[in-house]
């Protein structure tokens, strides 16, 4: 039975691990302290001898394939990018949530709109706690939904309040809270490693990912570390003064949106080094796992791109439209928008496998040990 330990040397040593924090939260002997996450949210084992080696970490670890074939079939993945039973251009009604939405508001409308429709009793998603810094965290009321969307910047809190982290990444963790508080209807918003881990739990049948009602998967072109190296870096590179930056957002560039109302982007291949380095292998861009995956590729400034991907995301967004909290792009403005959209998604997304097939080829070509 292969256990934590053949993680630690298959995956972490390999510096394959995504940090999603899937491991620790379903070990069967977290209780008893076998494992723990470290300050930099890596997993690690608390008490070795607590563990009684039951493999479940090791089963539900995205990077391990074991589970595949089961989570491919449950999802009905297909060819290149997963299933697509959707693609269009939305955003939130609410010019409130837009206003501090990263694109269109899509996500956090689709959430409040599930949550005044009472079919779900809150939502794992995060929020803002300082310039960049994002933090896992179980909303339950409809303030704290509305509250969680978008990159917040907060330009009051001073230098000292930016984070090394872009974005935190253990949603997952969040699951604890939603077991004290015994809630059965959860929205899970998460990155699309964070979702494949949720999907492996749930070809499981590991209580509580059952309580998982909804999944909302981001695309996703990587983690970036913003410490303050990065961000002198990344000032030099654009050309700005962080005390002018009011937002941030991620597509298949880095936006920086200043105060003067003017842009600068960054390519994201001047942000190699600052990438988290397990993304470097990953190949899921569009959250192939999702119920329904978002992005700001292939939109308009102010829109998200949505695909649904199965029969209960369909029918969720389709919800949202007739009832008016989500409306979709006019199509007189661009009759090609859909397909326009999954065009860019499918480019990115082919992109990023390729450039992980190469890195993963590289890997096996020499032995490393990175400890990260
Ligand atoms: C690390 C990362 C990389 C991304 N890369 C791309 C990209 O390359 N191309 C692209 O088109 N889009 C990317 N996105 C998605 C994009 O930034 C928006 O989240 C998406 O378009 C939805 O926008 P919205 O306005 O509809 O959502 P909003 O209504 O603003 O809601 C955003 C939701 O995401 C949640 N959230 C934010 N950060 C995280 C996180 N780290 N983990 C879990 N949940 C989080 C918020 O709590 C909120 O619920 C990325 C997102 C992340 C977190
Ligand atoms: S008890 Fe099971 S889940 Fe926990 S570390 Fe050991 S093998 Fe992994
Ligand atoms: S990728 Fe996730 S499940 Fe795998 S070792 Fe890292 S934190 Fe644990
Ligand atoms: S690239 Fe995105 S989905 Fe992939 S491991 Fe990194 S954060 Fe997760």
């Not at 001047?270 to 999702?290: I, L, V």
């Not at 998604?345 to 990260?372: C, E, G, M, P, Y």
């Amino acid at each position: 039975m292969k256990t934590f330990f053949n993680l630690v040397q298959e995956v972490q040593k390999q510096g394959l691990c995504y940090r999603c924090g899937g491991c620790a939260t379903f070990c069967t002997a977290i209780n008893y302290g076998a494992l723990e996450i470290d300050r930099t949210g890596k997993p690690v084992y608390g008490d070795m001898e607590k563990c009684i080696e039951c493999g479940l970490c090791y089963s539900i670890c995205p990077e391990i394939n074991e589970l595949d074939e089961e989570t491919k079939r449950q999802a009905a993945w297909s060819e290149p990018m997963g299933r697509v039973i959707e693609t269009t251009v939305v955003r939130s009604s609410d010019p409130l949530v837009r206003d501090r939405a990263t694109d269109g508001g899509a996500v956090t409308g689709l959430l409040l709109h599930l949550f005044d429709r009472n079919r779900i009793d809150g939502a794992i998603v995060t929020r803002s706690v300082g310039k960049y810094q994002r933090q896992p965290f179980l909303a339950t009321t409809r303030e704290e939904i509305q509250n969680s969307g978008g990159l917040l910047f907060e330009t009051s809190h001073g230098m000292k309040q930016f984070s090394d982290q872009y974005m935190t990444f253990s949603t997952i963790e969040e699951f604890k809270p939603m077991i004290k508080k015994g809630l059965s209807r959860v929205a899970l918003v998460g990155t699309p490693c964070q979702i494949k881990s949720l999907r492996k739990m749930q070809v499981l049948s590991l209580v509580p990912s059952d309580s998982i009602t909804f999944c909302l998967g981001l695309f996703c072109s990587g983690n970036f570390t913003f410490g303050e190296t990065e961000r002198e870096k990344l000032a030099e590179i654009a050309g700005i003064s962080w005390a002018n930056v009011v937002r941030i957002n991620l597509k298949d560039k880095l936006i920086i949106s200043l105060n003067s109302g003017e842009t600068r982007t960054v390519e994201l291949e001047q942000m190699k080094g600052m990438k988290r380095y397990a993304c470097q292998y990953c190949s899921d861009y569009s959250a192939e796992f999702a119920d329904i995956s978002f992005g700001g590729i292939g939109a308009l400034e102010g829109w998200t791109t949505v695909i649904t991907r199965t029969p209960l995301g369909r029918a969720v967004l389709a919800d949202s439209r007739s009832f008016k909290s989500i409306e979709q792009f006019n199509v007189e403005d661009n009759a090609g928008f859909a397909s326009n959209a999954l065009q860019e998604v499918r480019k990115a997304s082919a992109l990023k496998k390729k450039k992980a097939r190469h890195k993963r080829r590289d890997l096996t070509n020499r032995s490393v040990q990175v400890n990260i």
